[in-house]
């Protein structure tokens, strides 16, 4: 008779022993990549010893110590502009001239206001001459004479106001011509033909010949380390070879509202090379910081927010992060202030492949250092 149980008996053993052959390669294969350790080559730098002291390097233009910026004294329409930017200057030289025509005809009027007063003096004049031969011969009295005596004065004082008058008139009319008072260079043009202008609003600046500086703007953190007297190094974009010894003359005592950096003036030693307009870079050094560590860039990196370095335990050949702090940036280099000592070894490149505890591979010739670190340890 036909049997179900026994005729399926062997396919149950072959599934059977397939299931538990699949379960013993599995864990075998969970059992070698659980053993399989991960080794990564690094490229490594030595924190040698300590570098120089924090240097300040900030940017600025060759400025005249004295800029002068002129402007009309009275108010009017511009209808000459003589000068451009670059042109030099010397005193007495026009530099703009507005619309004398108010003005003019304000001369014109004190002109004629001066001659009336002047009539009114010779009139009064003869009656006072009059009044006296009458009060000498008793033909006139006292008070007679007192009151030609005293209408001459007025009008002799009335003369002398419209003098002043007119000549105020005529300075109103000089005032109408821009000129230098001193030698030097114009810097800008800040108004032109047909601007209505009013009294001191500047018009031209003029860079007075003589000492040049260099101004910077610094920040806060910084401006305790300028003070005036201080010697810095300038060097100029235009010309390498070019460096200059200056001395800080002039802190600013107040920052400014938008930067909060504040301005500090670099006196130079007069140098024909060092013209106005020019960039340079004032470098100082700060004082009062200890000197640095530097390391490459790429040996930096961040974890939880935090600046970081992975420094080799040369031991274990193993890395762990350590929290840094940092002082500047310099070309393709970062100064460290806190967190690396000598002897320190830093990786330099491939940081964001990186784990606490990762075992790493070193360059041929520290692990030779590391193992005669290890023989020196056991003894």
């Not at 110590?65 to 930017?85: C, Q, S, W, Y």
């Not at 025509?101 to 009114?120: I, R």
């Not at 105020?168 to 800040?190: C, E, F, H, P, W």
């Not at 350590?322 to 940081?351: N, W």
Request: charged share 25%.
């Amino acid at each position: 008779m036909f049997s179900p149980r026994a005729y399926n008996r062997p396919l149950f053993a072959r599934v059977l022993a397939l299931i538990s052959l699949t379960a013993v390669l599995s864990g075998c294969a969970e059992e070698k990549a659980e053993t399989k350790e991960i080794i990564r080559p690094v490229k490594v730098i030595e924190i040698a010893g300590m570098g120089e002291a924090r240097q300040l390097d900030y940017s600025g233009v060759v400025r005249a110590r004295t800029e002068m910026t002129l402007g009309f004294r009275v108010a009017g329409k511009i209808t000459e502009r003589l000068v451009n930017v670059g042109d030099r200057v010397k005193p007495g030289d026009l530099l703009a001239r507005i619309d004398p025509t108010d003005y003019q005809l304000t001369v014109n009027s004190a002109e004629a206001t001066l001659f009336a007063a002047e009539k009114q003096v010779q009139t009064t004049s003869l009656t006072k001459a009059r009044a006296e031969q009458l009060f000498t011969k008793s033909f006139s009295s006292k008070a007679e004479l007192d009151q030609a005596t005293l209408l001459y004065d007025q009008a002799v004082s009335t003369r002398d106001a419209a003098a002043s008058s007119l000549s105020q008139a005529k300075n109103q009319v000089a005032y109408g011509n821009l000129k230098s008072d001193q030698i030097g260079i114009v810097t800008a043009i800040n108004a032109d033909i047909g601007q209505v202008v009013g009294a001191g609003t500047a018009v031209v600046t003029v860079a007075v010949d003589g000492e040049k500086e260099i101004e910077v703007a610094v920040p806060e953190m910084d401006i305790a380390e300028f003070k005036p007297g201080k010697t810095v190094k300038a060097r100029f974009w235009s010309n390498d070879m070019l460096t200059l010894d200056g001395h800080v003359r002039e802190v600013s005592g107040s920052a400014e509202r938008q930067s909060r950096t504040f301005l500090v003036r670099i006196s130079l030693p007069n140098d024909p090379r060092v013209l106005l307009g020019m960039t340079a870079t004032v470098e100082a050094a700060a004082a009062s910081s200890e000197p640095l560590v530097a390391i490459p860039l790429s040996a930096l990196a961040q974890k939880d927010g935090r600046d970081i370095v992975w420094v080799v335990d040369r031991s274990a050949s193993t890395v762990h992060a350590r929290p840094i702090g940092l002082a500047d940036y310099a070309g393709d280099q970062v100064r460290i202030a806190v967190g690396l000592r000598p002897g320190d070894l830093v990786v330099a490149a491939g940081t964001q492949f990186m784990a606490e505890d990762l075992r790493v591979k070193l360059p041929l010739a520290e692990q030779q250092s590391a193992r005669a670190e290890t023989r020196e340890i056991l003894r």
